[in-house]
């Protein structure tokens, strides 16, 4: 069974569509994976009820009680490891987990460790992308699935799905209009990878 580890920061609707999607599609039976934990930085995140109601392992990790970005990736990847099998490595899916990780920590996870960014990279990597779109008069906004690497917001892009910038659009409304679109090509880019694991 390939053992899928999803981090969050905060209320998880990406994590949440991961999760309801692998038990509508049988990932059990038809890819021989499951959502095995999921970890959060914070533990007020709102996810982390979601995903204790689904039956799921959860865990806390502090980032502020480490003394550096590298000792706190250490300890995430020993939780990490918790959830590796000798014989399929665990797949690490970043939804909504708000940190940077050191290039270490996204090195021991190459290619089974995956990001979803809210813009049609390489367009408007970093935060503020739905206003930096629209300031800078985009017809098409969206939202990429890619693979990590020690680059931020880049490496081998997976999947990716595209919005209308609307007349008269805020930032609000046009993420809105791309989390809707998150949630049905994170799912889906993951089971395709999950093929090919």
């Not at 599609?25 to 038809?30: E, F, G, I, V, Y």
């Not at 503020?128 to 098409?140: E, L, W, Y």
């Not at 997976?158 to 659009?169: E, I, N």
Request: proline share 3%; charged share 15%; glycine share 8%.
């Amino acid at each position: 069974m390939k053992n899928i580890v999803i981090l969050i920061s905060g209320g998880g609707s990406n994590m949440a569509a991961i999760v309801r999607t692998a038990q509508r599609d049988s990932w059990a039976k038809t890819l021989g994976a499951r959502v095995a934990a999921v970890i959060s930085n914070k533990a007020d995140a709102k996810g982390l009820i979601f995903a204790r109601e689904q039956g799921i392992a959860t865990e806390v990790l502090d980032h502020t009680a480490f003394a550096s970005r590298e000792e706190f990736d250490t300890a995430l990847a020993q939780l990490i490891d918790r959830f590796d099998q000798s014989s399929e490595p665990v797949l690490v899916v970043l939804a909504g987990f708000m940190r940077i990780l050191t290039p270490g920590f996204v090195n021991r996870y190459a290619g089974r460790l995956v990001n979803i960014h809210p813009s049609l990279l390489p367009a408007f990597t970093g935060l503020q992308t739905h206003q930096r779109a629209i300031d800078a008069g985009c017809q098409f906004a969206g939202v990429t699935v890619h693979q990590v690497t020690a680059e931020l917001d880049h490496g081998l892009i997976l999947a990716q799905g595209v919005v209308p910038v609307l007349h008269g659009d805020t930032a609000d409304a046009l993420a809105a209009r791309v989390l809707s679109q998150e949630h049905l090509i994170y799912p889906r880019a993951i089971a395709e990878l999950l093929q090919h694991l």
